[in-house]
């Protein structure tokens, strides 16, 4: 069974830094691309991130350029998202997800891990 399991959420004031872990299990994931997203009160779920997991490409929406970066660990089977210079609009729940590289939809997804950052 597939299974992405976020953590590293918190409390942290405006301009500070937080890094969210994504552990995938389940799968050899060689073949995937794998991407944050997030969701803010009363919005709709919102690209953040993402990667293949081979490490050969990275894709950043416009909001978190230069201050978002995604990696990953494959010998501990994990994607980062490491957040600096954190803004009040970045206050969300945060999911990774997984899907065939090439492929439309994102078909596995973890649970979430809350972010809010204070202003």
């Known amino acids: 069974q597939v299974q992405l399991v976020e953590s590293g959420g918190g409390l942290v004031q405006t301009g500070g830094s937080l890094r969210l872990s994504c552990a995938v299990s389940?799968?050899?994931?060689?073949?995937?691309?794998i991407g944050w997203f997030r969701q803010a009160p009363g919005k709709g779920r919102e690209f953040v991130a993402s990667?293949?997991?081979?490490?050969?490409?990275?894709y950043y929406a416009d909001s978190v350029k230069g201050r978002f970066t995604i990696s990953r660990d494959g010998a501990r089977n994990t994607v980062y998202l490491q957040m600096n210079t954190l803004k009040p609009e970045d206050t969300a729940v945060y999911y990774c997800?997984?899907?065939?590289?090439?492929?439309?939809?994102?078909?596995?997804w973890g649970k979430g891990t809350k972010v809010t950052v204070s202003s």
């Open positions: 997800a997984g899907k065939l590289v090439g492929g439309n939809e994102y078909k596995y």
């Open positions: 990667m293949t997991w081979s490490g050969g490409n990275t």
């Open positions: 389940g799968r050899t994931f060689s073949n995937y691309h």
